[in-house]
């Protein structure tokens, strides 16, 4: 069965400085992943995916992610935090069904 | 991307009563949509896969006969939480399948059963 993990339940950052969110999986085959934000009461936003190709995937807002298949990691990046990055952050990994499964999320809080 | 709406955004209802939650993709015709539910400060649980035309396909653990889907268009799903109980009361959140494999999300429907 495949997996997601976020080590992280939360992660503070000053405004300006660059943020690291990070996720590993565990999955069978080429694994296709995803980032996505949650703000309060409302539903997910995507961000980016990694289906194949470049191991860097540049996505919205600004974020991207290095996908490293020897680590079997995904970590969400960007190289300057706004106040407005403050959200819940999942990562996903999708099986052969169109199934996602999520991690347990990330609360990233920026900070002035 | 696909844009997603849900109705209602919040409901309120008392226990033992049904509750519908609709879905409607708005600009995309959605073979395939997804429901799931979310726990304060939890992740998203797959309840059930919604296929236009077809019976669903439930997750493990995630009783049929008190979770109702039905997807009757390529726009519209209906999720209805028959005779709700207080456990019931969470955060439901439907998706629908984009074309580049990842899913869209409606905005949440918070359910709470009095």
């Known amino acids: 069965a495949q997996s997601v993990a976020q080590p992280e339940d939360q992660v503070n950052v000053a405004e300006g400085n660059p943020l690291t969110v990070k996720c590993t999986y565990s999955?069978?085959?080429?694994?296709?992943l995803f980032w996505y934000v949650q703000y309060p009461n409302r539903g997910l936003q995507f961000l980016l995916k990694?289906?194949?190709?470049?191991?860097l995937v540049k996505g919205s807002y600004g974020f991207e992610a290095e996908f490293n298949k020897s680590q079997t990691s995904f970590h969400l990046k960007k190289p300057s935090a706004l106040v407005s990055d403050s959200a819940l952050y999942f990562c996903?990994?999708?099986?052969?069904?169109?199934?996602?499964?999520f991690g347990t999320g990330t609360q990233l809080k920026v900070e002035l | 991307g696909a844009v997603v709406s849900q109705h209602p955004s919040w409901v309120i209802c008392k226990s033992g009563t049904s509750v519908k939650i609709e879905c409607r993709s708005l600009d995309f015709q959605a073979t395939t949509m997804f429901w799931y539910r979310q726990f304060p400060k939890q992740s998203l649980m797959l309840m059930a896969t919604?296929?236009?035309?077809?019976?669903?396909?439930?997750e493990q653990g995630v009783e049929k006969d008190k979770f109702l889907i039905n997807h009757a268009s390529l726009t519209l799903s209906t999720l209805t939480v028959t005779s709700a109980h207080p456990e019931d009361s969470s955060f439901y959140i439907c998706s629908v399948d984009g074309l580049g494999n990842e899913q869209f999300f409606g905005p949440g429907t918070r359910l709470t059963v009095l």
């Open positions: 996903a990994v999708r099986d052969a069904r169109n199934k996602l499964t």
């Open positions: 999955v069978s085959g080429n694994p296709y």
């Open positions: 919604s296929n236009e035309g077809s019976k669903a396909t439930y």
């Open positions: 990694y289906i194949t190709g470049d191991n």
